[in-house]
């Protein structure tokens, strides 16, 4: 049975601010993941190859006419539990920021053609993880950092970005 919501935050509330069982370990930093979805076109390639250098090098993912993913992007923050809700952040913050500044502008879009942010770049999974970190960090609650993000272009094959160089 779950302890209502009152109860919990005290028992946290006692535990992170080094109450009996939590004495002397401080404030836990803890990392969290949300998990969305969406589904883009793209066509991989230069402008500047011919076309055969691009079906070389980009093979099925350089059609003239496109064609579609299914991506899964796990965006993961990290930051201290709040003593008074037991969380790091309301889960629904992290998602909503993720949507209006990413999912919106990518889903059922065409990543070549539609997507101002993108303009210009190779939409590989590489280059698009490092774009959709510029569109998120800064972005989100204060109290939290971004830590990592993963973007799966299938089931297979995901890229991982965690800022920097
Ligand atoms: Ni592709």
Redesign the pocket.
């Known amino acids: 049975m779950a302890l209502p919501a009152r109860l919990a935050a005290a028992h946290a509330a006692a535990y992170y601010s080094g109450g009996p069982e939590g004495a002397g370990k401080g404030m836990a930093r803890v990392r969290v993941t949300r998990r969305l979805h969406f589904c883009a076109a793209?066509?991989?390639g230069r402008d500047d190859w011919s076309r055969e250098q691009n079906e070389r090098v980009f093979g099925?993912?350089s059609n003239a006419n496109w064609?579609?993913?299914n991506y899964e992007l796990d965006v993961t923050v990290a930051g201290e539990i709040d003593p008074e809700t037991g969380y790091v952040l309301d889960l629904k913050l992290l998602r909503d920021a993720v949507e209006q500044r990413v999912i919106d502008d990518l889903d059922h879009r065409n990543l070549n053609l539609d997507v101002e942010w993108m303009r210009g770049v190779n939409p590989t999974t590489e280059n698009l993880v490092v774009a959709i970190w510029d569109r998120l960090a800064g972005a989100l609650p204060a109290t939290v950092e971004l830590e990592r993000i993963v973007l799966w272009?299938t089931p297979r094959n995901y890229v991982e970005y965690s800022g920097g160089k």
């Open positions: 793209h066509r991989l099925l993912c064609h579609g993913h272009e």
